[in-house]
């Protein structure tokens, strides 16, 4: 079973390509130059090989468990690679100094964040809901508590989660049932029962900060009534250091198919007369607070999808290196060969490769507009940054992990018989991207938040800026000879906008068949967005090899990489055009063969 090993090269092309030089001149981002990122690339390369890769077994085959005492017990390590997490300062690394972060760019943070999260999916979901909670305190939070929480939080010292689902509240969160009553001195007593809550207990940080929805009296009804609370496991004393335990406790964690070391809790407030907890800014306004931590959090569960794919791919490609078998075709008299010579193991193995590549890229490009949208000078510019990050997020969420299901699935294939095997390593992959596409929002409510909050809801102003984008793009490729990629990516381009169209015409009208397309849309947004990136790869690749610039080969692998993107991948748009278009009446008129009875 192979390690994992950071593709340090294909992230700074992908620094490259979103414009790593661009974002270290935004204000607040002068740190990031290109040496500091380097270094800082490199010693996260180090630190995820050296330390959190050799766990991610144990995590898997040992897990988290739940003790009579309520304690949840980690598998060996991970306490002391927490500990080394937080010691060296990656839990802060994109965090405000102000709260002793190390303020770099989001565009450097998440390429951190995929070597954290394919080295050890599990551990890393811990420091995801962290960066969330912190994210909602810092633009949400009283000044008392950011004082009280946001430097232990980002020093790593404690940690946080998100509390939302319940047993009757799952995607919507208009049935949520918690209570909170407000108390004399000012805080307020939270009762209540949260499931799938990731870390909700753990002995790694001195404390966890929960952040839990909840209802106060005489809110309005859904939505709409919903406030936010900060919940800690250990009220601070004065001095802020954790005291009294508060009436939070975990009653069970779920036995899951995958991410086997992230305790996923169920976690009841209140059982001993009621948690303490304080409002989290103003009342009735948690659902927009906690799509802060939400939107966060969609944004790094795609890089997962990401990064499940990275660890896969490598897992494949060694294998197919390794292991011989048969002859390759149209060779005689050579003998047994690598599985890699064949040609469908190519097939494969590129097909993973290149989607990775495709999904890192667009992941980058969004993370640069994030910094842009949070700091660029000009107001105009920061309003078109927000705009193609609240279109991409969606697809970068809802298309990453779909793909990185896709991906591991085909290392498994790669592997034959011994990658239905646990012990080869391939088959926990497979299990764990299988959330991915869960949690977080399902890939389908990805799909209805892209249909109607960000391309109906706008005109398709946002979108339509993206398709021009990709346009100037495809007569880039026209300009530079690479006429096979072109073609087939301005047939995917013009996919994506008939499908644009067909939204913006019928949503009013009938947005039960836009709805039913709304998956295959964003599957086609992704790819065409993807093609887009590896369009701008081989471009770039092909000016550096004409300046003589960088490592030829690579260079040369870049090109050949967004050429059977285009022949495997984009060439695959027009089916799902097809069905985002076309495909509601089969999908709508099917009540007699979805009946209950239909059997009997």
Known sequence: MSEYVAPLQDMRFALELAGLDEVSAL???????????????????????????????????????????????????????????????????????????????????TQIQEMVMAANMAFSLCPLLTAGAIEALALCGSDDQKRTYLDRMVSGEWSGTMNLTEPQAGSDLAAVR?????QPDGSWRVSGQKIFITFGEHEMATNIVHLVLARTPGAPEGVKGLSLFVVPKFIPDADGQPGARNDVRCVSIEHKLGIHASPTCVMAFGDEGGATGWLCGEQNRGIEYMFIMMNAARFAVGLQGIAVAERAFQRALAYAN????????????????????????????????????AMRALAAVTAAARDRAARHPDEGERMRAQAFVELMIPVVKGWSTETANEIAS?????????????????????????????????TAIQANDLVGRKIARDGGAAVRA????????????????LAEIACVFGEAVAALERCVDFVLAHW???????????????MLSGRVAGGWQMARAALHARRRLEAGEGDADFLRAK?????????????????????????????????AALSPGRQA
């Open 410 to 442: 085909l290392g498994v294939q790669v592997h034959g018989g011994v990658g239905y095997v646990e012990e080869t390593g391939a088959a926990q992959y497979l299990r764990d991207a299988r959330i991915t596409n869960i949690y977080e929002g399902t």
């Open 178 to 182: 918690s209570r909170a009553e407000p």
């Open 27 to 109: 204000p607040g981002c002068e740190e990031a130059s290109p040496d500091v990122v380097d270094a800082v690339l490199e010693e996260a390369a180090r630190f995820t090989a050296g330390v959190l890769s050799p766990l991610n077994r144990v995590g898997d085959t040992v897990g988290a468990s739940l003790g009579d005492d309520g304690k949840v017990s980690m598998p060996e390590g991970f306490a002391g690679a927490y500990r080394a997490w937080a010691d060296n300062g990656w839990n802060g690394m994109g965090c405000d100094p102000a709260h002793g972060g190390a303020g770099m760019p989001h565009l450097v943070v």
């Open 508 to 522: 009013r009208s009938d947005a039960g068949a836009v709805l039913a397309g709304a998956v295959p849309l964003l």
């Open 322 to 357: 390794e292991r011989r078998q048969g002859s390759e075709a149209g060779v005689k008299g050579e003998g047994s060969v690598a599985i890699v010579r064949h040609p469908d193991v190519r097939r494969m193995l590129m097909r993973m490769k290149t989607q990775v590549e």
């Open 466 to 481: 993206l398709l021009a984008d990709m346009r100037s793009v495809l007569a880039a490729l026209d300009a530079a000879s």
């Open 559 to 591: 090109i050949v990489s967004a050429r059977f993107y285009a022949d495997h991948v984009l060439s695959e748009c027009g089916g799902l055009a097809h069905m985002v278009c076309c495909g509601a009446a089969g999908t709508l008129d099917i009540s």
